[in-house]
């Protein structure tokens, strides 16, 4: 799911932070029960084992006007006990949603209805392992909580319904089992509207009839497993046209479109551009997951966009837009999150995929990859609190921060790659994808880490520790000489802005320029204060940190490096200054350049210089508040002085 514009960010929301118990390693069969309000226990259910069962196919039959505020429906689910003695099954259901009766076998059960569970009494004991299936009818007026899981609205005076269930919601509008530990197998879909609309929703679109009543019924297929949230449907005036993608000699794919007639002129020339965006990915992981069935785009009046299984639902069709839902159908459909405190394995690969189609030259707005790096890093950083793992899922925008499961997580994948490797990390990928218990089912940062440490040969847990459970990110002082003989002097300094992480270890890439010539050496940083010292056969004109802008940072600089031999005797006073700062420099050292910077290293003026004077007064009254440097050049070294400008 992508929300337009970063709403959350924007409106500067902060979120409580995680504290120093987090468990690297989550139960994926049980975390999920804990969050929100699924504490079964706590809803009164007699027992767990009311949930121990392994769904394994719903018929599901919706009653929908899209100018009506209401749902009537049937749903027949197929599962499995996981459990001796299964006599009791529960499933989630609003409590503004009315259950009419529920049949076994042609048979009415007894059940009751406590806090939004539907808990139903069954009439034998089913054994373990063996198949049977019951049906819910039921109706009534959903609520719609999270970004909108029933919404009934209008597009150009016509009537529009859709759903958007992530991460709650299902239940608002069908009784279901929405924990993140259980994919239904497969579904059939049907929905009943007034004969003037059209449906739109997972899998392919096997048939649309008209009965006496006028009433069409869309009959919907979907043959893979899908988590409950990823389930939707939609009803309005859609138009339909098709693009098709060719991953293949004699291997296409279907990419439908369901769109309002006001806007199909737009997306018809939007919605092509995301067939390079589907070969790219393919080629980049697995082929397109779902090619057997379809990829599409519906038309809804949200902001942003929602990735539902084979079908994401789409507030407009920019690229990135696009993009992003459709690298949903690989990280967040096909692989889940197990957890919603996982979020960023969905949120922040669909992020990282974006990322990658700028690098591989496919956004039509000409944005470099350097650039989106340096804006995600931007947004990740704009708070020195808060972890990529959730801290709290019982909010929905602490799910989806924005600055943390989106930007944060999308970087942090990158933080990953350079330091393992393109080959490494891309392989690990695949075989995350690949791996048959996570494929069409759900995975945890624990699965994730554990596929790039197999192919990269490393222990990767100090880089989890630091940029998925840990808080905030380091910021750089880089200082720098060269003397004489070509000979450079680096030294590496680091802070962090929270004291969950004591030192970022980082390969640090920097960049050497000279006038006719560059180079840039990655050194391996594992303290603060680390120095290196190395030839160069030219003359460095500037020194620049991490020139692709592949770290996770803020506020780092790049300093002229300081020399203990006269550095102490230069005095700086007062500081902090308002009006004027007055300088007294040593006897017996001739300074041939005294230059003044500001935090961002940019150079604001060169000061007079007398190598004959030792002191000097300096009036600084027009400057703006904030941090600034003198640069003291003698002897071929240099020197820097901070102050603070009140």
């Known amino acids: 799911m992508k929300k337009i514009l970063y709403l959350l960010f924007l409106l500067g929301i902060t979120f409580p932070t995680m504290g120093q118990e987090y468990q690297h390693v989550c139960a994926k069969s049980k975390i999920s029960y804990f969050e929100r309000n699924l504490n079964f226990q706590d809803k009164g259910v007699h027992s767990l084992a009311s949930f121990a069962y392994d769904l394994k196919y719903h018929r599901l039959v919706f009653n929908i006007d899209p100018g009506v505020r209401y749902i009537k429906g049937s749903v027949t689910s197929y599962f499995e006990p996981k459990t001796s003695n299964f ?95 259980d994919k239904i197998d497969s579904v059939d879909i049907f929905i009943k509207t007034p004969a003037i609309y059209r449906a739109a929703s997972n899998g392919v679109l096997l048939s649309e009839t008209v009965d006496i009543h006028n009433i069409k019924t869309a009959h919907w297929k979907h043959r893979h497993p899908i988590a409950a949230y990823l389930i939707a449907i939609t009803v309005t005036n859609f138009v339909e046209y098709s693009d098709y993608a060719l991953l293949a000699a004699d291997d296409s794919v279907q990419i439908l479109n369901y769109v309002w007639p006001e806007t199909l002129g737009e997306a018809e020339i939007s919605t092509p551009n995301i067939i390079d965006v589907m070969q790219l990915f393919s080629n980049l992981f697995i082929p397109y997951p779902y090619k057997d069935e379809k990829y599409g785009h519906a038309e809804f009046g949200w902001g942003g966009g929602m990735e539902h299984q084979t079908m994401s639902f789409m507030g407009g069709f920019s690229h990135s837009l696009m993009a992003h839902e459709l690298a949903h159908q690989w990280f967040g459909d096909y692989v889940t999150c197990s957890s919603w405190r996982d979020i960023w394995l969905n949120e922040g690969f669909a992020t990282y995929l974006e990322g990658l189609t700028t690098e591989h030259g496919l956004n039509s707005d000409g944005q470099s990859f350097k650039d989106w790096k340096s804006f995600k890093t931007y947004v990740a950083t704009y708070s020195p609190t808060g972890s990529v793992y959730v801290d709290d899922t019982t909010p929905v925008n602490r799910i989806f921060s924005s600055q943390l499961s989106y930007s944060k997580g999308s970087m942090v994948l990158h933080t990953l790659r350079k330091q393992i490797g393109d080959e490494a990390f891309f392989n690990g990928i695949k075989n995350y994808l690949q791996d048959a218990s996570l494929k069409n089912n759900y995975a945890s940062t624990p699965d994730l880490q554990q596929h790039l440490e197999a192919t990269s040969g490393t222990d990767l847990q100090y880089l989890f520790d630091d940029w998925v459970y840990g808080e905030g990110y380091p910021t750089y002082t880089i200082f720098h000489s060269q003397n004489a003989q070509g000979m450079v002097n680096l030294e590496i300094n680091q802070t962090t802005s929270h004291s969950s992480v004591a030192f970022y270890k980082l390969k640090v890439p920097i960049e050497f320029k000279g006038i006719t010539e560059d180079t840039t050496i990655i050194f391996d940083n594992t303290v603060s204060g680390q120095t290196f010292n190395f030839n160069l056969d030219f003359d460095i004109y500037e020194v620049v940190f991490d020139p692709e802008k592949d770290i996770i940072n803020r506020n780092s600089q790049v300093l002229f490096i300081k020399n203990p031999e006269f550095e102490s005797q230069i005095t700086l006073r007062p500081n902090p200054a308002n009006e004027q700062i007055n300088l007294q420099l040593p006897d017996n050292i001739q300074f041939t350049d005294i230059s003044l910077y500001n935090n961002l290293g940019q150079k604001i003026t060169c000061l007079d210089c007398d190598i004959n004077k030792r002191a000097y007064s300096y009036n600084i009254s027009h400057l703006s508040e904030g941090i600034y440097y003198l640069k003291f050049s003698a002897n071929g070294s240099t020197v820097t002085k901070k102050f603070v400008k009140q």
């Not at 009766?101 to 009494?121: A, C, D, G, R, Y």
């Not at 909580?145 to 299902?170: D, Q």
Request: with cysteine; glycine share 6%.
């Open 87 to 181: 006599n009791e099954i529960a499933f989630e259901i609003s409590e503004e949603l009315i259950v009419d009766s529920i049949k076994m076998n042609n048979q009415l059960l007894s059940f009751s209805l406590v806090n939004e569970l539907v808990l139903i009494t069954l009439d034998n004991t089913i054994p373990e392992n063996q198949l049977d299936s019951l049906t819910i009818f039921y109706e009534g007026v959903p609520t719609s909580s999270g970004f909108g899981s029933f919404e009934t609205t209008s597009h150009a005076g016509v009537p529009v319904m859709w759903t958007l269930s992530e991460p709650y919601g299902a239940m608002e509008w069908w009784p279901c089992k929405q924990s993140l530990n």
